[in-house]
């Protein structure tokens, strides 16, 4: 048990549906990062917070998506209008953060979204 | 942006044999860090190099950072059933904000 919780784990909807995922970090992590990750791949970054603030968002992240992390504690990721190329497992993981370096990332169990 | 490679995408390997999987970035990294994900989980953190040419093991895992700080690699030596999964490495670049993942090496490995 990494300490890192995410809900739901699973979730099954229908193309066009509005998703929200819930992640619940570490207490004392500042740092809090969503990534998805499909069959084969490596975690592809999302989206990252330190404390409440919204660091960085990818590129290639849709307008469809967003994050918050409104006290710098738990954080949800919404989908909207979700398409089939969204299916995929949704990676949640925290750290600190020391002057120059990133610390080890402790990843939840991950939902899993299932676009029919 | 910064692009972080690993090499072979995939090995298998029959128990008791050695595996390496290398790890190149595109820009010089602070540190560079090595994850395991078994099949059906999520991604563990292994261990971190900070320094040039630093070398650590763990057990039968020895990881290696580059002079240049540009590459990595892990070695398996005597690989065993539990060695299977996926590892990824994730390397900070220099004035980065965050971390870039490799897309990882899946290690099977036959009993």
């Known amino acids: 048990d990494t300490g890192v919780s995410q809900n739901p784990r699973h979730k099954i909807t229908k193309r066009g549906q509005n998703v929200t995922f819930r992640c619940d970090p570490i207490?004392?992590?500042?740092?809090l990062y969503w990534y998805r990750q499909t069959l084969g791949q490596g975690p592809e970054f999302l989206t990252y917070?330190?404390?409440?603030?919204?660091?960085?968002k990818s590129r290639l992240l849709s307008d469809r998506f967003s994050a918050e992390r409104p006290k710098g504690s738990f954080s949800t990721l919404e989908i909207q209008r979700t398409e089939q190329g969204d299916s995929a497992m949704y990676l949640c993981?925290?750290?600190?953060?020391?002057?120059?370096?990133?610390?080890?990332?402790?990843f939840g169990p991950g939902t899993r979204l299932t676009v029919l | 942006g910064q692009q972080v490679m690993q090499i072979p995408q995939y090995q298998h390997v029959q128990e008791g044999e050695d595996f390496t999987t290398y790890c190149n970035s595109s820009?010089?990294?602070?540190?560079i860090q090595w994850y395991k994900q078994r099949p059906g989980g999520h991604p563990v953190f292994l261990i971190q190099?900070?320094?040039?040419?630093e070398v650590k093991k763990q057990k039968r895992l020895t990881f290696q950072f580059g002079e240049a700080k540009k590459n990595s690699s892990l070695h398996i030596t005597a690989t065993q059933t539990t060695d299977v999964g996926t590892y990824f490495c994730?390397?900070?670049?220099?004035?980065?904000?965050?971390?870039?993942f490799g897309d990882g090496t899946t290690l099977t490995v036959k009993p």
């Open positions: 993981a925290s750290s600190t953060r020391s002057y120059g370096w990133d610390n080890e990332q402790f």
């Open positions: 994730a390397g900070l670049a220099t004035n980065a904000g965050k971390s870039t």
């Open positions: 917070f330190q404390n409440e603030a919204q660091l960085e």
């Open positions: 190099l900070v320094k040039s040419g």
């Open positions: 207490s004392e992590h500042n740092r």
């Open positions: 820009t010089t990294l602070s540190n």
